[in-house]
């Protein structure tokens, strides 16, 4: 089992940047592969990015593409998302997750096995 914990959330203006932080313990965090999703009011939660278990495969939802970034340190239990030029629309909850599966990467949320609690990040306009 592994538990996460996300920070870095905060409130932005339009046009700024944050970096996520999704920081691990329990079993070898190398061994999942990472995701981030949010969840805006009044609407489902969705996939922004997910990383291979060593970080070198990527995947972007197109809302995001060339905007945020996700990266990983495994020797630092750590996934992370830079986000840039944030717009209003990036507003939600945002959470990381892992999962145990064997593929390169995963983005719907069911193929994930854990989550962390969630940070609000607030772009205003």
């Given amino acids: 089992q592994v538990h996460l914990v996300e920070s870095g959330g905060g409130l932005v203006q339009a046009g700024g940047s944050l970096r996520l932080s ?4 329990g079993r070898t965090f190398s061994s999942y ?3 981030w999703f949010r969840a805006a009011p009044g609407k489902e939660r969705e996939f922004v990015a997910g990383t291979s278990r060593s970080g070198g495969v990527a995947y972007y ?3 995001v593409k060339g905007r945020f970034i996700i990266s990983r340190d495994n ?3 750590t996934a ?3 986000m840039n030029s944030l717009k209003p629309e990036d507003t939600a909850v945002y959470y990381c997750a892992a999962s145990s599966g ?4 995963y983005l719907r ?8 609690q969630g940070t609000q990040v607030t772009v205003s306009s």
Avoid: R
């Fill in 22 to 25: 999704c920081t691990a313990s």
């Fill in 33 to 35: 592969a990472m995701g």
């Fill in 61 to 63: 939802a197109d809302s």
């Fill in 75 to 77: 020797a630092e239990n």
């Fill in 80 to 82: 992370y998302l830079q």
């Fill in 102 to 105: 064997s593929g390169l990467g």
């Fill in 109 to 116: 949320s069911y193929e994930y096995n854990y989550w962390g």
